[in-house]
């Protein structure tokens, strides 16, 4: 069976628009928390957001202009961020036959659906030709492989929250069963927009806090919901055997994995953790290791009251007779939905790299349920050589996977 190992990662996100970027502002514990401008803001507490900088333009990574004219924005995200990821692989020319792409999108183009319909007001001409093929969730995949000329397998996840973590998992899953020999796979997400946004504001699903700095609270007694974010985040996988034979940069490997279904609720995790435990146990086991080989956790940890304490029940479970430092990164820069869990797998690699792990930003006082060690205030040292990264989505998706130095 082919070792999958990570041998280059890229990112857009509101921290920054480079990997080494993202993961110093996540040490210095940076909050990237603004509300929104948008007609009808209630009056009763903000509506808080984490959008890319106004200063990203696709041009500086994208150098072919039908596909930026044509492109939804979570496509220029997850290409900018693939760009990135090639170019520290110093892989610019995947090879086309054996090279798979696998990208996770809760939604695609959301935003330019919302836009044409507005359009459509002008009258039926007014609707562009090229929308569905704008729009539709597989677009960031397909133009990857379009943009790279590769032939491999092309795939789209559309499974909520845990979508980029499924998109890691199967990417090493097709490495390590010898189908290709290279992975391009991540996630990318653009939701922050009013139609999403008063949906999940009535839904109570958003934070209520009434400040940008106590917005998103993960594990936090007080906490109230979650922050809109968005952006991408991507990695290149690649066999072992192909990394060495390029004499390539190994970041990590991907050790083991595990998906499952809750079968609870559309929106709400089952309460008890118990299929949440179950994924994170199956990816322990795929990785043939146990809860004390494993030296820290990327929590899901999105700020809200149910989905944090079913996870939080789930770590307890799995994680009961080892005290495992945990934190979370979306206190810094809110949920990005189909992009955070490949945006905790690159902190996790980082972490692994530097020998440290960032602070769960936000959170001041434990929700008094908490048994592990949260990593709170500031940035702490650890030796690590082995982390689990988790991610829970809508619809019961639950996926875990664990991640390591490359190991002798």
């Not at 892989?91 to 330019?112: D, N, Y």
């Not at 592990?372 to 689990?388: H, N, R």
């Amino acid at each position: 069976m082919q070792i999958p190992v990570v041998t280059g990662m890229g990112i857009v996100s509101s921290l920054g628009l480079t990997t080494q970027d993202f993961w110093q502002q996540l040490l210095l514990g940076t909050q990237q928390i603004s509300a929104v401008d948008w007609p009808f803001s209630p009056i009763q507490h903000p509506i808080w957001q984490s959008p890319i900088t106004p200063h990203f333009d696709a041009s500086q990574w994208i150098h072919h202009p039908k596909i930026l004219k044509n492109s939804a924005r979570f496509t220029l995200y997850a290409l900018a961020a693939v760009a990135q990821a090639l170019d520290q692989a110093a892989l610019p020319t995947p090879p086309a036959l054996r090279t798979a792409v696998i990208i996770g999108t809760s939604m695609g183009g959301v935003p330019e659906l919302v836009d044409a319909q507005e359009q459509l007001a002008k009258g039926p001409q007014a609707v562009s030709a090229r929308l569905m093929a704008t729009v539709i969730p597989n677009m960031a995949s397909a133009q990857i492989a379009l943009l790279y000329g590769l032939h491999g397998p092309q795939l789209t996840l559309t499974n909520a929250c845990a979508s980029s973590i499924d998109a890691l998992g199967l990417a090493a899953r097709l490495i390590q069963s010898g189908s290709v020999d290279v992975a391009i796979a991540g996630g990318a997400e653009t939701l922050i927009n009013p139609v999403v946004g008063y949906s999940l504001f009535n839904a109570h699903a958003l934070s209520q806090a009434a400040s940008a700095q106590n917005a998103s609270q993960p594990f936090d007694a007080h906490r109230t919901g979650f922050v809109m974010g968005e952006g991408a985040a991507i990695l290149v996988l690649e066999s072992y055997h192909h990394a060495q034979q390029r004499d390539a940069k190994i970041f990590g490997q991907v050790l083991g994995y595990a998906s499952l279904a809750d079968g609870y609720h559309v929106t709400s995790p089952e309460p008890s953790g118990t299929w949440e435990a179950l994924a994170m146990r199956q990816a322990l086991a795929d990785a043939q290791r146990t809860p004390q080989d494993i030296d820290a956790i990327i929590a899901h940890g999105t700020s809200t009251v149910v989905g944090d304490r079913a996870e939080m029940r789930a770590m307890h479970d799995v994680y009961a007779y080892h005290h495992v430092p945990v934190t979370s990164i979306k206190g810094h820069l809110g949920h990005s939905m189909g992009a955070s869990g490949a945006m905790s797998a690159i902190a996790a690699l980082y972490a692994l790299q530097d020998g440290i792990l960032p602070p769960t930003v936000g959170t001041t006082e434990l929700d008094p349920e908490v048994e592990f060690d949260l990593v709170q205030d500031k940035a702490k040292p650890f030796s690590l050589s082995t982390i689990q990264v988790n991610a829970f989505g809508f619809g019961g998706q639950n996926a875990s996977i664990i991640l390591s130095r490359l190991l002798g």
